[in-house]
């Protein structure tokens, strides 16, 4: 079991849904990531808060809204995605150390129809 | 410019049997290296991790790797593969300074025969 918890596991959705991802973590990370990966690829960056702070956007589309209501909790929201959006989605977190390891959710599954 | 090569896409070998895993590194700085295993339908697990410190890095699940600077390669090894260990693994570099800065290799498929 990873320390970083996303849920849900799997989401289906239409291309006109609003819904979000949510990931917790309790180690006290200050550092908390979105990644994108598709089949076969590895993990390709969304976002980086750093102290709650939006720190890095990787020019992800707008239907794509981060949030980061506290330390422990990082939001994704989707609204409008398209079918190549489907993709695993994971969560990271770090120490805020530009070397720090980081520790990754189970990502979430996501199917846009 | 920092870059990761992962030298083979795909690596078999059979349970009980040594295994190697490739990587070379491209970077201006003082790399941190870190090796990243993941299992199908699951996130990465970090197997092990290289900060300027000891050059031979013991990680787990009996994984090690050595930074070998004049070759700029952290190749990944076990001495004996376990059914277990078939996963996808990546071996990612970060240059430091800027959060979230990581580039990943494109990763080796580890298969594990019988």
């Known amino acids: 079991d990873t320390e970083v918890t996303q849920t849900p596991k799997h989401l289906v959705m239409g291309m006109t849904n609003k819904k979000s991802l949510k990931c917790e973590q309790h180690?006290?990370?200050?550092?908390m990531y979105w990644y994108k990966q598709k089949a076969k690829k590895p993990p390709e960056l969304m976002f980086v808060?750093?102290?709650?702070?939006?720190?890095i956007n990787e020019s992800v589309p707008s239907r794509f809204s981060p949030e980061c209501p506290n330390s422990s909790l990082l939001n994704l929201h989707l609204h409008a995605l398209q079918p190549e959006d489907s993709a695993l989605y994971l969560c990271?977190?770090?120490?805020?150390?530009?070397?720090?390891?980081?520790?990754f959710g189970n990502g979430t599954r996501l199917t846009v129809t | 410019a920092q870059s990761v090569t992962q030298l083979d896409s795909h690596v078999s070998v059979s349970e009980g049997t040594p295994v190697l895993l490739r990587c070379n590194y491209s970077?201006?700085?003082?790399?941190?290296l870190f090796w990243y295993v993941q299992h199908p339908n699951k996130g990465l697990q970090l197997l092990l991790k290289?900060?300027?410190?000891?050059?031979l890095v013991k990680g787990i699940n009996g994984f090690e790797a050595e930074f070998k600077k004049s070759e700029t390669s952290f190749h990944l090894t076990k001495p004996s593969a376990h059914m277990s260990d078939a996963a996808e693994y990546f071996c990612?570099?970060?240059?430091?300074?800027?959060?979230?800065?990581?580039?990943f290799g494109k990763g080796t498929k580890l298969s594990v025969k019988p």
């Open positions: 990271a977190s770090s120490q805020v150390s530009g070397n720090s390891p980081l520790h």
């Open positions: 180690m006290g990370h200050r550092a």
């Open positions: 808060y750093s102290y709650e702070k939006l720190s």
């Open positions: 970077s201006s700085y003082s790399p941190s």
């Open positions: 290289y900060t300027s410190a000891a050059t």
């Open positions: 990612v570099v970060t240059p430091g300074g800027s959060q979230g800065n990581l580039i």
